[in-house]
């Protein structure tokens, strides 16, 4: 089955830019889409097809994906966007199809 | 306004079979390209895919928990049901239902979540 890896933590300190990373063999010809989650609450889309942003959602998040890795960026990191972060792929390279989800990572503003 | 919410016990016992609701609003599940999926996430850990069901009936499960369960859909009552058997105590979790269209792969709208605990 397809694996997403992803690393446990990112520490940023407000204003400056998280980058969050999403590892897969060959991701970069799958579309990638990101999902922040804050403690209790439900995931929220915030990046889709690898770049595009849902209405509401600010222009300081942006994605890209290329190769092996695709990654989620944030700039100018602000506090409340410490949350847990989760990038996911439709895999069809098997015999069965699925949606797959990364380890996640976690957000932590300094 | 679309919305989705999800109903269900908050406890079972292992063994018992787990049956889970989702209401959906704002969207019609007999419109092209609708669809809903079920996914869950254990307590600190990740999210995991466990089905889907599209407006056309055509359903999809994962690999690893195909043979525990079953989705089905009530367009009248704007209703998605999941059904789980053999329930264990590594399947408790808080379960999520979410839209997807069809064709779009991932999930933009979320229901806020039922925690399920297994436990004798």
């Known amino acids: 089955s397809y694996v997403l890896t992803q690393p446990p933590s990112v520490s940023v300190a407000p204003g400056k830019t998280a980058r969050i990373t999403c590892g897969g063999n060959?991701?970069?010809?799958?579309?990638v889409h990101w999902y922040q989650q804050k403690p209790g609450q439900a995931p929220v889309l915030v990046i889709y097809?690898?770049?595009d942003r849902p209405s509401g959602i600010p222009e300081r998040f942006s994605g890209s994906n290329s190769g092996n890795t695709a990654t989620l960026t944030i700039s100018r990191v602000e506090a409340g966007d410490e949350a847990d972060y989760y990038c996911?792929?439709?895999?069809?390279?098997?015999?069965?199809?699925?949606?797959?989800f990364g380890t996640g990572t976690k957000v932590t503003v300094l | 306004q679309v919305t989705l919410k999800e109903s269900g016990p908050v406890l079972v016992k292992p063994t018992e079979t787990l049956t889970l609701t989702c209401t959906v609003s704002?969207?019609?599940?007999?419109?092209?390209?609708?669809?809903v999926s079920w996914i869950r996430q254990p307590p600190g850990k990740a999210l995991e895919w466990l089905a889907h069901?599209?407006?056309?009936?055509?359903?999809s499960y994962s690999t690893s928990l195909k043979s525990r369960l079953t989705i089905s859909k009530d367009t009248s009552k704007s209703q998605v049901v999941l059904t789980m058997t053999n329930m264990d105590p590594v399947d408790t979790a808080t379960y999520y239902c979410?839209?997807?269209?069809?064709?779009?792969?991932?999930?933009?709208?979320w229901g806020q979540g039922t925690l399920v605990t297994v436990s004798s």
């Open positions: 979410a839209r997807i269209i069809y064709g779009d792969l991932y999930f933009d709208y």
């Open positions: 704002g969207f019609s599940l007999s419109n092209a390209r609708m669809g």
């Open positions: 069901i599209f407006s056309n009936d055509e359903k």
């Open positions: 060959n991701i970069g010809s799958k579309s």
């Open positions: 097809y690898d770049s």
């Open positions: 996911q792929v439709w895999d069809s390279s098997s015999d069965h199809s699925s949606y797959v």
